[in-house]
């Protein structure tokens, strides 16, 4: 089966070389980093309420065929283990190229699975059951989350130091806790 021809490069009206973004049909400015954890998948949502200029979910934009040809979100969710930056760095470099966005906020969540273990408790057990050695693949400090303000606080220092990071980005880091939805902000790293 060919699926080319669900590809943007390879429809007529697309021009590869002078793309600027996908922000007429999905406005995206925002992106959240949460945990994967589905105790606390209402984080996007708070986040969204938070900011107030935000949304999400969001509804599919159709064409006159029927066609979805955009979105309403502005939003955009990236979820993984412990909601830490390290994994999200990759997807902010293709969020500013494809939608040219504007914020990052991080969000760590109350009894997050992160704060059971300690990095090598992993890497050992890891070492001890499959027989691989994983300590060189992550970076320790992005493993866990042994103190919730100093993993936001890292976290929000790790983008602000990355080159998949523009200059001009707006960074937050929030703590949320999931029992009553409270987002409390811990740090920000806003360019004048």
Not at 46 to 60: L, R
Not at 106 to 120: K, L, N, Q, Y
Request: hydrophobic share 40%; net charge negative.
């Amino acid at each position: 089966m060919d699926l080319s021809e669900y590809e943007f490069r390879s429809q007529p009206w697309f021009d590869q070389e002078n793309f600027q973004g996908f922000n007429e049909a999905i406005p995206m400015k925002t992106m959240v980093v949460h945990c994967f954890d589905p105790r606390a998948a209402d984080i996007p949502d708070a986040v969204a309420k938070h900011f107030g200029d935000e949304v999400f979910p969001g509804e599919n934009v159709l064409d006159e065929n029927g066609n979805r040809v955009g979105h309403t979100r502005t939003l955009f969710s990236l979820a993984n283990a412990g909601g830490r930056a390290v994994d999200a760095l990759q997807a902010v470099a293709t969020m500013d190229y494809l939608f040219r966005f504007t914020t990052v906020v991080v969000v760590h969540h109350s009894f997050c699975g992160a704060t059971a273990f300690r990095p090598d408790q992993l890497i050992n057990r890891y070492r001890d059951e499959h027989n691989v050695d994983i300590s060189d693949a992550f970076r320790r400090d992005a493993l866990t989350i042994p103190h919730f303000d100093e993993s936001i606080k890292y976290d929000l220092a790790l983008l602000r130091s990355h080159p998949a990071v523009p200059r001009s980005t707006k960074l937050f880091g929030f703590f949320y806790e999931m029992n009553t939805g409270e987002l409390i902000e811990i740090a920000r790293d806003v360019p004048a």
